[in-house]
């Protein structure tokens, strides 16, 4: 079965061709993230502007390199939420068009969930349900306990930033530039992890909360900072190695303690903080110690890309045959709570 994956959440256009939830016969990535560069972060209006323009070029490029045509696709998945209202629109309405002008089904799909598929498009390995399932990415930080991609638990979520928001405004307090986790995982690697940021951890709960850190951050800069005194490479390294690390204990942990507390041996991870090399270190570190398989996603299918949707559309599909409702409104907000 041939699936168009269609993702337009955020900042990244992206289309992909998956045959049978498994083999990526195309992925192509637009971003408009150099745009937004230079505001700090993204404009939401000029994100949609950028996914009308690339939408069709993509269209057409998937299905080049994936060497088939429009008449050989048998399912439309598209994200329809959680994301920008705008960019869900986009990536919607040009689903519904495909789909209906094919007559072949729609199937939305959920994002962060869309994360947690993305192991499942490793080569080496396919991991078995249930499973619990952390999403790190730039809008979420969530544990789920997913029995299957249609019946999954909440275990815990960020009460404030998501842990990628929070790189992202560490870099920016840093004057790094965004996004901030590529180039806080770049210098914490020069870095020594020598000073005390906390990050909050919540007894009885496997929820988050990395706004605190964050600010803790600002304040050490601050009291470096003064009378105009500029922090120097070697400081800039050692702020990004403490927080960096204090940020991954806290998320080793409580993805650790969802196992245990779940009886599971199986951990999917997923997200664009999962990129980080340190990160996969340590949730590998944890799963040796603990008997617990972790199933990472190849790096370049952590970030936001469509093959992730594709993959879940044709595992949904299969699991409920969900009928095509061309009624279907972009979700910019979903409660996950099941
Ligand atoms: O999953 P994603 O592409 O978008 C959302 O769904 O949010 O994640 C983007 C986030 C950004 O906040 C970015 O700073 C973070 O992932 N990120 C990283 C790394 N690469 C991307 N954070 C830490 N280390 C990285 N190597
Ligand atoms: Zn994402």
Redesign the pocket.
Known sequence: MLVLGIET??D?TSFAIVEDGRIILSNLISSSINFHKQFGGIIPEAASRYHLEYAILLLDGVLKQAKVGLSDLDLVAVTYGPGLLGSLMIGLNVAKAISFSLKIPLIPVN?VLA?LYAPFLASNSYPPLPAVGLVV????TALFYIKEFDNYELLGKTRDD?C??A??KVAKILGLGF????I??EYARKGRKKIKFRCAKFTNSLDFSFSGIKTAVLYYVKENTTGGRRLNEEEIADICASFQESVFKVLVENACKACIMKRTKHLLVG???I???Y?RAKISEMGKENQIAVYFPEKEL???NAAIVAGLGFRLYKLKKIETDYSLEPSPVINMEG
């Open positions: 959440s955020c990244e994002h994360h990415s730039g809008g979420h998501a990628g928001e790189f992202d996004p901030g986790g590529p806080i995982e997200g664009g903080v990129a980080n090399s990160l952590c970030t936001d």
